[in-house]
């Protein structure tokens, strides 16, 4: 079984493995959950990345930023990702 150490360690490389990080701000933990069935871990993912804008002048120099958030689904035995969603966490 997997730690919540190991569990962590898995959806961070997926997270870099399959997006584009260069792009992310501020990428931080925000939770982890062993599912009720004990079975796979949620971690959740977030970060922050530049707000884009229709209006090129406001674009310029633009600070303005969104959070994001991913929620890795993960095999508890075998560390294999199950699921990558959207979204705030929940079983």
Not at 76 to 87: A, E, H, T, W, Y
């Amino acid at each position: 079984m997997l730690t919540i150490k190991e569990a962590v360690q898995t959806a961070m490389a997926l997270l870099k493995d399959l997006y584009d990080t260069r792009k992310f701000e501020d990428i931080l933990l925000e939770a982890v959950e062993m599912a009720d069935d004990g079975r796979h871990w949620q971690v959740t993912v977030g970060f922050s990345r530049k707000a884009l804008s229709e209006n090129v002048m406001e674009a310029i120099g633009s600070k303005k930023y969104l959070r994001s958030r991913k929620i890795f689904h993960i095999d508890g035995n075998s560390g294999d990702l199950i699921s990558i969603k959207d979204g705030e966490p929940s079983f």
